[in-house]
Nanobody
Framework: QVQLVESGGGLVQAGGSLRLSCAASARTLVNYPMGWFRQAPEKEREFVAGINWSGGSTSYADSVKGRFTISRDNTKNTVYLQMNNLKPEDTAAYYC?????????????????WGQGTQVTVSS
């Protein structure tokens, strides 16, 4: 089991930027595909971005393409989500997740370990 701790959330005005970080307890993150999900009040948790074990492949939800960038630094056991041009509809709790295998994972069910989440609030 991998323990994940997110940080970097906060309150930002529309058009602003935030960078979320996800630190993992595993000895190495090389074996884990990683993802970011978000959940707004009274809505289901939704996929935001995913990255394979090497960082060579990424996937994004249509709603964040061109604004968000997922990356990873396996030497630091950390995954990042750079969020630019934030919109009020991006307001949600953001969760980091770790999967298994070499592929790129985009569904909630494919991920095995989850962080506690960090809140992002975008004001208009």
């Amino acid at each position: 089991q991998v323990q994940l701790v997110e940080s970097g959330g906060g309150l930002v005005q529309a058009g602003g930027s935030l960078r979320l970080s996800c630190a993992a307890s595993a000895r190495t993150l090389v074996n884990y595909p990683m993802g970011w999900f978000r959940q707004a009040p009274e809505k289901e948790r939704e996929f935001v971005a995913g990255i394979n074990w090497s960082g060579g492949s990424t996937s994004y939800a249509d709603s964040v393409k061109g604004r968000f960038t997922i990356s990873r630094d396996n030497t630091k056991n950390t995954v990042y989500l750079q969020m630019n041009n934030l919109k009020p509809e991006d307001t949600a709790a953001y969760y980091c997740a770790a999967g298994r295998g070499l592929g790129l994972l985009t569904t909630h069910a494919a991920y095995k370990d989850w962080g506690q989440g960090t809140q992002v609030t975008v004001s208009s």
